[in-house]
């Protein structure tokens, strides 16, 4: 793992999976929930068997607030779902406060790990599983990340699914559990940014985590103004395109464990 100022970050090389000529058709679908109730989502896809990505919201913000991101990755050739929280955006429904499994450790950089059972989880596997099933999407390259709370989710689907081939978090404080599957896995690569000065407890939970990573392809971008979870990418336009560069590395040299 390595960390890297912003300003290196811009040097990083632009990698594509394919032409980023590809046309992309954006298509509103319903997923539904384990419970039954219909989540609304939007599933971006290129003309070509290529490789997934979940794109997951932060919290008060729906999935539409991803469609540039979502936009230029399926130009890339990836097959990318973004879909709303249940009580958010057009789902319905409503987002009850999460159980607390048992904590591991003592450390209070991470947060308590939320039971894979909530409902809110639950409903992040549905959309991972409906990602992972469609036709062209190769199931062996689905790379997962989001901000905020997105961040929580993502890290924590990626310690629940070890075929998961790549994290990425934005700004967001994740859970012990999270963070012990990343120190415990070298085969996981994890990318992070994060302010230093708007929510320091988010800046040290992921900065705290992705140190522990034996990936070498794990990195940490620092950013030393005040923008929070995804307006950051509003604020530093370039830093969308650090994220795209380094989603479509990892996708284009994921193996099969």
Not at 194 to 215: G, K, L, Q, Y
Request: charged residues 20%; glycine residues 8%; aromatic residues 8%.
């Amino acid at each position: 793992m390595h960390a890297r100022t912003f300003a290196a970050a811009l040097a990083i090389v632009v990698i594509s999976l394919v032409s980023g000529s590809a046309q992309v058709r954006q298509t509103t679908v319903r997923i539904k929930a384990p419970d039954g109730l219909p989540l609304a989502a939007s599933l971006f896809q290129a003309d070509a068997r290529g490789p997934g990505v979940l794109l997951l919201s932060q919290c008060r913000l729906d999935r539409h607030s991803w469609d540039r991101v979502a936009n230029a990755l399926a130009a890339s050739g990836i097959y990318v779902l973004t879909f709303d929280y249940r009580g958010f955006g057009e789902s319905g429904g409503h987002l009850p406060p999460p159980p607390f499994a048992p904590e591991l450790g003592t450390d209070r950089k991470f947060g308590p790990t939320i039971s894979a059972d909530w409902i809110g989880n639950r409903d992040v596997e549905a959309a991972y599983d409906y990602l992972r099933s469609r036709p062209g999407v190769d199931e062996r390259r689905i790379v997962v990340g989001g901000p905020n709370c997105g961040a929580t989710f993502a890290a924590d689907l990626a310690s629940h699914h070890p075929e998961i081939r790549g994290l990425f978090m934005i700004s967001g404080r994740i859970s012990a559990g999270a963070a012990a599957h990343i120190a415990s896995t070298s085969w996981l690569p994890v990318f992070g940014a994060a302010e230093r000065d708007a929510m320091p407890v988010a800046f040290e939970s992921i900065a705290s985590a992705i140190a522990t990573s034996r990936n070498r392809n794990s990195e940490m971008v620092f950013y030393p103004g005040k923008a929070h979870g995804l307006q950051m990418l509003t604020d530093i336009p370039a830093l969308q395109r650090v994220v795209e560069n380094w989603v479509e590395q990892i996708l284009m040299t994921a193996g099969v464990r």
